[in-house]
């Protein structure tokens, strides 16, 4: 079975500052994808950035950039210049593609990390 | 549309009462998700479906929930005779296919209370 796990049920950081939210997962499959996901007060789900498994070069989208560690099963996310709106939940996602070239399509889920923004 | 749109937004239902939830994906996404995040925020896979054929079911409670997606119908997530453990938001999401390169995108959920 495939899982992922968020360590940090919390996490803080200053306002323009850097923050680390970590996200491990354990698969016996060779391919697959890896998702942050935002959850603000709201409860709308917005998807921040996405890892092929297969690509090496860690994906980046504006202030979000993630390092993932393949053999290490490590796929961490990095905020940079953090703004008052990135305080959310943040979730670590994973989609599997079985061996026989098929995928269940459904995410599975970290427990979530709470990020607060101090101004 | 452009959106998933789910109804109602909030659903009060006592213990033992029947619970509908409806969901319409965004036009031409074949691939139907719901997922269940209670209130510790875990989210659970429910179900999926392929237009409207259930692909994955593994994770319904088959006691008491049951789902459809009918053709030109919004699809529907049904819980018989409600549980106080049923209280949680109900995520629907659609997709154009099960690759993890197309985005699922969610729908703002309804959030079901049962007393």
């Known amino acids: 079975a495939q899982t992922v796990t968020q360590s940090q049920p919390e996490m803080s950081v200053q306002e323009a500052e850097t923050v680390t939210l970590s996200c491990t997962y354990d698969?016996?499959?060779?391919?697959?994808?890896l998702f942050w996901y935002k959850q603000p007060p709201s409860r709308q789900m917005i998807l921040v950035i996405r890892q092929e498994a297969y690509k090496q070069q860690n994906a980046t989208e504006n202030r979000f950039s993630v390092n993932f560690q393949k053999a290490a099963k490590s796929f961490s996310l990095k905020i940079s210049d953090s703004q008052l709106g990135d305080a959310a939940m943040y979730f670590c996602a994973c989609i599997v593609q079985m061996n026989y070239g098929g995928s269940q399509g459904n995410l599975i889920f970290g427990k979530g990390t709470k990020l607060s923004v101090k101004p | 549309g452009e959106e998933v749109a789910q109804t109602p937004k909030h659903l009060v239902r006592g213990e033992g009462q029947k619970a509908k939830l409806y969901c319409a994906p965004i036009?031409?996404?074949?691939?139907v998700f719901w997922y269940q995040q209670v209130l510790k925020n875990e989210f659970k896979f429910l179900i999926s479906f392929q237009n409207e054929n259930v692909f994955d079911e593994t994770g319904m409670p088959k006691e008491r929930f049951s789902a459809k997606c009918l053709p030109n119908s919004p699809c529907s997530l049904e819980i018989q005779a409600t549980k106080l453990e049923d209280s949680a938001v109900y995520f629907c999401?659609?997709?154009?296919?099960?690759?993890?390169?197309?985005?699922?995108?969610f729908g703002p959920g309804t959030r079901l209370t049962v007393t």
């Open positions: 036009k031409g996404h074949s691939y």
């Open positions: 999401a659609s997709s154009q296919s099960l690759q993890g390169l197309n985005e699922q995108y």
């Open positions: 698969t016996s499959e060779s391919d697959y994808y």
